[in-house]
């Protein structure tokens, strides 16, 4: 009940094009859903992060789709760029036992080609 | 502001032996929480120390250790290292107030442990 499912496991997209990353959950007490971009021999970067009481979340060419009912959400990268090449991964957290614990989904391999 | 740093960057010891690792909180953070991530894998949460206390553990066996001094800073110690604990360690910092520590976490680069 406290994993994070991830997919796809790796993606490739053209310049340009729209990858969608996909993550699933099981608890319901979950209450925040960062994505981190992570690139080679560097630690995770928070990209954007959304509460469960909106549906969608937009900062620059990332969009957050979350549907609470189907324990559903969805990273969108708007008109991809070769610099967007790097591990997605994503997060959820709840408050339990005196602190939050992020559980990390598996992560994407993203490739976008010029 | 600077971010969060962690030392050493790389780091090569053999079954057996014992690691320390060390994390520098961003600054304003008090409350620092340890990772493992394996290759290939997401970051699996080891623990948390909020104010010098341990503030939440995860999965992992008491050879994991660690402290933060009164600066926030933090160390991960692991004893007994077996081949299996070779992995990338990042540390998050985040800001706590009062018993609530706040969502965000931010992430060191990381140090990079390869046990033979």
């Known amino acids: 009940q406290q994993q994070v499912k991830q997919s796809p496991q790796s993606l490739i997209v053209q310049k340009g094009g729209i990858p969608i990353i996909n993550c699933a959950y099981e608890?319901?007490?979950?209450?925040?859903f960062p994505w981190y971009q992570q690139f080679p021999g560097k630690g995770p970067a928070l990209l954007i992060a959304?509460?469960?009481?909106?549906s969608e979340k937009k900062e620059g060419r990332f969009t957050i789709s979350f549907n609470k009912s189907a324990k559903q959400f969805s990273l969108h990268i708007m008109d991809s760029q070769p610099g967007d090449s790097a591990t997605y991964f994503c997060?959820?957290?709840?408050?339990?036992?005196?602190?939050?614990?992020?559980?990390f989904g598996t992560g994407t391999r993203l490739k976008v080609l010029a | 502001e600077t971010g969060v740093t962690q030392s050493p960057t790389h780091l090569i010891k053999t079954r057996g032996q014992q690691v320390t690792l060390r994390c520098s909180s961003q600054?304003?953070?008090?409350?620092v929480s340890w990772y493992q991530q394996a290759l290939g894998q997401g970051p699996q949460f080891i623990f948390q120390?909020?104010?010098?206390?341990?503030?939440g553990r995860g999965n992992f066996p008491p050879r994991f250790s660690g402290l933060q001094f009164p600066n926030y800073s933090s160390e991960l110690n692991v004893n007994a290292l077996e081949l299996d604990d070779s992995a990338l360690y990042l540390c998050?910092?985040?800001?706590?107030?009062?018993?609530?520590?706040?969502?965000?976490?931010?992430f060191g680069p990381g140090t990079r442990l390869t046990v033979l």
């Open positions: 998050a910092s985040s800001s706590g107030k009062g018993l609530l520590v706040w969502y965000e976490q931010f």
């Open positions: 608890n319901t007490a979950f209450d925040y």
């Open positions: 959304i509460r469960p009481d909106v």
């Open positions: 997060a959820a957290t709840h408050y339990t036992s005196g602190t939050y614990k992020y559980i």
């Open positions: 600054s304003g953070h008090n409350t």
């Open positions: 120390y909020y104010r010098e206390e341990e503030n």
